[in-house]
């Protein structure tokens, strides 16, 4: 599942602008793509609907299977839904708690819908089971950003440049933080 990052959108204390951080589709480092996730992908058809029955019918064959719940929740942050995206990803936690995409992709989704004390708590639990993951650390940052909380957010970018200054995450944290240092 491509991942996406938090937008962090920081007033600056000089009332110079704001910071927009790239809302990027992005693929996670190191991820790997198991047998199962590609032939799911593959054999669906491309309509929408389409995939959305077959997934469905996959996933009576499979239930829980977390490349189409995966899959499924992805198909829901598409269209606008990230409420609904939530319940797929509670399902693989369920299953697997130190699932790092569902974790991650669930304290994004909830961010989406509104929740931000949800969106905290399953970001920073994600930092407690993978605590290098550079998505996590960049999007908590984005979060105390967009609560006006700039040292907490520099705390967690400083953390990300340090961990993979490389990384897509990395990058925008090293440029979030050039941003409010102005």
Do not use: C, F
């Not at 920081?10 to 110079?16: E, F, H, K, M, R």
């Not at 606008?80 to 509670?90: E, F, I, K, N, T």
């Amino acid at each position: 599942m491509k991942r996406k990052v938090i937008i962090a959108v920081v007033p600056l204390a000089i009332g110079i602008g704001t910071l927009l951080v790239l809302n990027k589709m992005m693929s996670p480092s190191g991820s790997k793509s198991s047998p199962a996730t590609t032939e799911t992908q593959s054999a669906v058809p491309q309509n929408p609907a389409h995939e959305r029955a077959a997934l469905e019918e996959e996933l009576k064959k499979k239930p829980g299977h977390p490349p189409i719940l995966l899959r499924l929740a992805e198909m829901e942050r598409d269209a606008g839904r990230p409420a609904g995206a939530v319940q797929y990803l509670r399902q693989i936690l369920e299953q697997d708690s130190k699932n790092e995409d569902a974790r991650l992709e669930l304290g994004r989704m909830l961010y989406d819908s509104g929740d931000i004390e949800g969106a905290l708590k399953e970001t920073k639990q994600l930092l407690v089971d993978h605590p290098d993951q550079v998505d996590g650390l960049y999007n908590l940052g984005a979060i105390y950003a967009n609560q006006n909380r700039l040292d907490l957010a520099r705390e967690y970018w400083s953390k990300a440049v340090t961990v993979a200054p490389a990384s897509d995450s990395g990058a925008r944290a090293q440029q979030s933080l050039a941003k409010l240092g102005k």
